[in-house]
């Protein structure tokens, strides 16, 4: 049952909130009460996420931090908890995409992927968790993807990030089930965001459109909170037929396979012909 309550004065950090999921998270979260750390590399970027979002001005923070950076995530997190007087949710969202054939990804490419996707989360869980334990409480939400449920083609580097932060997340869930604290873990499919245009390193292809069946960032926040109320721990969006792919594949359905494959030679013909897999 949605707890409307849930998020009412509580503190909390987002990370990668300057736009995307983690910009429709934040201004969700504000809408429902909640004093919110908008974390980011950008501090141009940071600056005019958070002036989008002004007539919350009372209960928003910035800080600027580049969540690769152990040092840096720690810091944020801890100054974060000492000067709030806790930490009640901390959203790990930072993420980048990685849709490209296997042959062509580099050793680059995979430290790149694994230093935002996996790293990151790894600092920011690290660091809140003893703070967590602490104060008796707490909520780690933890963004992965639909991909880290089926492994889609020309995803074996994303997958693989997205795989790991979905198997960790839940470990925690059950280890800590006990210690009040709560571990969710988010798995959108196509959200419409700039994520689809840009790549490993960071360059951004303006060329490359969202898909057209992208599913709306603040509907998709909307979701995502309302489920994270719930204690739920894996947290599809959208939830409907992509619930039902998730399951066919893990009871190994043949209709599951024939899919893929499908979107295997789909997505292969829309970049020979086009340079983009969608």
């Not at 989008?52 to 908890?81: P, W």
Request: aromatic share 10%.
């Amino acid at each position: 049952m949605v707890n409307s309550d849930y998020y009412d004065g509580k503190i909390c950090l987002v990370t990668g909130a300057n736009s995307g999921i983690g910009y429709a998270i934040s201004e969700e979260l504000l809408k429902r009460g909640a004093i919110v750390y908008m974390l980011g590399r950008n501090p141009k970027k940071v600056e005019e996420a958070a002036e989008q979002l002004s007539v919350y001005k009372d209960k928003i923070n910035t800080i600027i931090t580049d969540v690769t950076s152990q040092e840096q995530v720690e810091k944020a997190i801890k100054d974060t908890a000492k000067e709030a007087g806790s930490l009640d949710f901390l959203f790990n969202n930072a993420g980048i995409g990685g849709t490209l054939q296997f042959e062509t990804a580099t050793l680059e490419d995979w430290k790149n992927i694994f230093d935002v996707n996996v790293w990151s989360v790894i600092y920011g869980v690290n660091t809140a968790v003893p703070i967590m334990l602490k104060q008796g409480s707490g909520h780690i939400i933890n963004t992965s993807s639909i991909a880290g449920l089926v492994p889609f083609p020309f995803q074996a580097l994303y997958s693989l990030t997205k795989f790991g932060v979905t198997g960790m997340t839940e470990c925690l869930k059950y280890e800590y089930a006990d210690k009040n604290l709560h571990f969710s873990t988010i798995c959108p499919s196509n959200i419409a965001t700039p994520i689809f245009k840009k790549s490993i390193d960071g360059t951004v292809h303006d060329q490359i459109k969202i898909p057209d069946d992208a599913y709306p960032a603040d509907k998709a926040a909307e979701l995502i909170l309302d489920r994270v109320s719930e204690h739920k721990g894996i947290i599809v969006v959208p939830e409907d037929q992509l619930i039902d792919l998730w399951h066919e594949y893990a009871s190994e359905d043949p209709e599951a396979d024939k899919l893929l494959l499908q979107m295997a030679a789909q997505r292969r013909d829309a970049y020979e012909k086009g340079g983009s897999y969608y």
